[in-house]
T-cell receptor, first 112, second 113 residues
């Protein structure tokens, strides 16, 4: 069974204080690993897809990396508007491969 | 701009009522999904559909049913609402090939009294 564990559950940073969020996963065969951002009361918004170990993707202050067991979302010099819950999900290649399995998320708060 | 539209953002229903949550996508996506999201539990898949009139149970289908009569529309039905179905419900869709990004709706917050 595919599983995703995100840590920490919550993270408070000062503006400009860089950090990383972790997503550990087990999957029978990885089709893709996804990062989403979710603001309160809204649906998740897509950030990145990673397909294979060693891959990296960047968008503004965010950089996602992938190994065979985990993914990191690095946040460089965060701003208050980066405050949100960040969700990680995996899609496997085995039965029911249309499904994504989500982690519980990391709630990030960036204080000015 | 592509969209997944959930018709009701906020609903308040009474125990035992029949509840319909509607979702429409304009991207011609084959796959559509219903998730519920609860604090501490994350997103859990209720049902999904990979084609018109086709449906598959997700991880927590009990107490729910779905309907997909047209490709663009996927409905979630609570036959007899209960208080433990109070939650945020999220509809999503994607294409049926490779690792495809889910596009989510804004969510429907349901309160069952």
């Amino acid at each position: 069974e595919d599983q995703v564990t995100q840590s920490p559950e919550a993270l408070r940073l000062q503006e400009g204080e860089s950090s990383s969020l972790n997503c550990s996963y087990t999957v029978s065969g990885l089709r893709g690993l996804f990062w989403y951002r979710q603001d309160p009361g809204k649906g998740p918004e897509f950030l990145f897809t990673l397909y294979s170990a060693g891959e990296e993707k960047e968008k503004e202050r965010l950089k996602a990396t992938l190994t065979k067991k985990e993914s990191f979302l690095h946040i460089t010099a965060p701003k208050p508007e980066d405050s949100a819950t960040y969700l990680c999900a995996v899609q496997g290649t085995q039965g029911g491969s249309e499904k994504l399995v989500f982690g519980k998320g990391t709630k990030l708060t960036v204080n000015p | 701009d592509v969209k997944v539209t959930q018709s009701s953002r906020y609903l308040v229903k009474r125990t035992g009522e029949k509840v319909f949550l509607e979702c429409v996508q304009d991207m011609d996506h084959e796959n559509m999904f219903w998730y519920r999201q609860d604090p501490g539990l994350g997103l859990r898949l209720i049902y999904f559909s990979y084609d018109v009139k086709m449906k598959e149970k997700g991880d927590i289908p009990e107490g729910y049913s779905v309907s997909r009569e047209k490709k663009e529309r996927f409905s979630l039905i609570l036959e007899s609402a209960s208080t433990n179905q109070t939650s945020m419900y999220l509809c999503a869709s994607n294409e049926n090939s490779g690792a495809n990004v889910l596009t989510f709706g804004a969510g429907s917050r349901l309160t069952v009294l």
